[in-house]
DNA sequence: TTAGGGTTAG
């Protein structure tokens, strides 16, 4: 602590005037030390007050040492304030749970569990406070089993009508998927605000499960006002679904609520459209966000990238560089992607050696599997094989790698490889076949659908939708119908369509752990839509909640401000 | 009354 002793110049009291004979004097001297940490901005003026208050003898006052923590956990100098913490006489609750926010904070939930298992030890009881913390440190490790622990003592200590305690376990839950638990925690909840219903709303979404995400936010705004976090995650919603029109309609609400400045809510925006297909929407509102980071830049970087448009996701790349943003791990895989599609495989694998060397960026198995992908699509099958042999991850990873090679020696005429990789595929198949469950994953692949444990059914149904669609003077070929998913033949097949008017239609229905089935617009013009709906819900055995696509009518470009669409 | 909850890109 040698650089708490700083030169004192903001004051030169005696202490002797300080001690708490005086208390009168004691109060205000306090009082303002107390503001001067509220308004510190810099690590050296938090060291300037804390060497005034060491000469003045107030360390010994466990509020003032609070506030002196708090101010050194502002700057991130987390040593300098478990230092602290250890020379503190009597810390009391408020300084065990801001130490634990700051290891959260710090990026290392794990230390701040383990002082919450300290804190009794000590004498201390923890408080509402201290089990929101604790359960926001389970919420970042994913841990549910400690997070049940606490929960357990929170419904013990009668914490459960706790307000913030309860919405940080619904988030917990859903940050450890454990959507029913979630769901449990807050229709039991006694009180709710506009936070815990968007913690709710943010657990179907980010558990695939968008359609009860607009369903709980139908039954919210009946009776209270959303706000930008809300709208966020409503959008979200939309993304995750290709519900472009109610993501309009909740464009429309950003606007009119004046939240269209919000970086975050645009970056949410960006991503939406180009998920929908709107990929020159998803432009508009990029270039109006004033000063865009690095989330928004991906957005647009994978966007274009995913919708075919690999020069203008690359140009986007080279403007964040220019505009000194710094890229991060995800950026490097829409610009991977970009490639890729584009065939410019040099530039590809030139942007994955500068990963590291250029921006420090460690690359991991999904570069690799994305730049086998690219070279796979080239014909360089060879160069694919070496490199996909030296990659290992987790299962659904490897099925993508193995699959992807699979698929491009096949369309290039390598038997060898061919083999090579459903040999592959088959061992993984029978790795994973013992942890198979009913109702479980459809993970399929473009040209692949062997690895799918329905393929045939399923391809049954499609090559009957093709029928009955030709019936009505439907063409086969690269448009119209698009069902399969996770690789990118049919995102190719979307970008077939060119026609941003067709685009702006399909609709996606995604299903939890995998599989995805797109319809696209104008397969409406050949067949009824409810039809095809309904036939591949048979197939799966899910329920699908049946869009009537014949709204797309009523929306022209433009806002759509029809309130009750949601 | 110093400490606690929700949003964006793969």
Redesign the pocket.
């Known amino acids: 602590m040698k650089n708490y002793f700083k030169p004192n110049l903001l004051l030169s009291i005696p202490s002797l005037h300080f001690s708490r004979q005086n208390p009168k004097l004691y109060f205000h001297t306090n009082t303002h030390f ?1 503001e001067q940490l ?1 308004h510190s901005k810099t690590l050296n003026s938090v060291i300037s007050i804390h060497s005034n208050i060491l000469k003045i003898g107030f360390l010994t006052d ?2 003032t040492t ?2 002196l923590l ?1 101010a050194y956990l502002r700057q991130k100098e987390i040593q300098n304030a478990h230092q602290l913490f250890d020379e503190m006489s009597q810390p ?7 130490l634990m ?1 700051g290891y ?1 904070n710090n990026r290392k939930p794990w230390v701040a569990l383990r002082l919450f298992e300290t804190m009794p030890k000590d004498q201390v009881l923890p ?7 604790a359960i ?1 440190a389970c ?1 970042f490790l994913a841990d549910v089993e400690t997070g049940r622990k606490i929960h357990a003592h929170v419904e013990i200590l009668g ?1 459960k009508s ?7 376990l619904v ?1 917990m839950y859903g940050k450890c998927n454990d959507v029913v638990e979630a769901q449990k925690v807050f229709d039991t909840m006694v009180y ?8 709710m709303m ?1 657990v179907y ?2 558990n695939a499960l968008g359609e009860e995400a607009l369903l709980l936010f139908r039954e919210f705004i009946l009776f209270m006002s959303p ?4 709208l ?2 409503v ?2 919603a939309c ?1 995750s679904l290709g519900r472009l029109v109610t993501g309009k309609v909740t464009h429309g609400a950003v606007i009119r609520r004046g939240y269209d400045g ?7 925006l960006v ?1 939406m459209y180009a ?1 929908c297909g709107c990929i020159t929407y998803s432009r508009k509102v990029f270039r109006l966000i004033v000063n865009p980071g ?3 830049f ?2 647009m970087v ?1 966007g274009a990238a995913k919708y075919g448009q690999g020069n203008l996701s690359l140009d986007l790349f080279e403007e964040m560089i220019e505009r000194g943003i710094r890229p ?4 490097f ?2 610009v991977l ?1 970009a490639c890729s599609h584009s065939g410019l495989v040099d530039i590809g694998l030139e942007h994955l050696n500068s990963m590291y060397t250029k921006h420090g960026i460690v690359p ?1 198995a ?1 570069h690799y599997i994305c730049a086998v992908d690219m070279l796979g699509r080239l014909g360089r099958l060879d160069e694919a094989y070496q490199l996909a042999k030296t990659i290992s991850t987790e299962a659904k990873e490897v099925a993508l790698l193995w699959g992807s090679l699979l698929s491009a020696s096949r369309s290039h005429g390598r038997l060898d490889l061919t083999v090579e990789a459903g040999k592959k595929l088959l061992e993984l198949k029978q790795q994973l076949a013992g942890t198979y469950i009913k109702d479980a994953t459809y993970a399929f692949y473009a040209g692949d659908m062997s690895s799918c444990t329905r393929g045939t059914e399923i391809m049954n149904v499609l090559r009957e939708l093709e029928l009955r669609m030709k019936e009505r003077g439907y063409v086969s070929g690269s448009k119209g119908l698009v069902f399969v998913d996770v690789e990118e033949e049919a995102e190719e097949a979307i970008v077939g369509l060119h026609s941003e008017k067709l685009a702006l239609g399909f609709s996606l229905i995604s299903m939890p752990r995998g599989m995805t089935i797109r319809i696209m617009k104008n397969l409406r013009m050949c067949l009824n839509c409810h039809e095809a709906f309904k036939l591949i819900s048979d197939v799966v055995k899910r329920d699908i909640v049946v869009r009537d696509l014949n709204r797309f009518h009523h929306f022209k470009d433009g806002l759509c401000t029809c309130k009750d669409f949601w």
């Open positions: 107390v509220q466990t509020y609070n506030h708090n009391n609750v408020v300084s065990w749970t801001s926010a959260i408080n509402s406070f201290t089990f929101t913390t926001n919420s914490l706790d307000l913030v305690v309860c919405t940080s988030d709710r605000n506009v936070v815990s219903w968007t913690s943010v979404v980010q706000n930008h976090f809300m966020t995650s959008i979200s993304s919000n970086d975050v809510v645009a970056s949410s991503d998920k690095v989330i928004p991906t957005s994978v991060n791990d995800v950026t895989l829409g992607h991991d999904k």
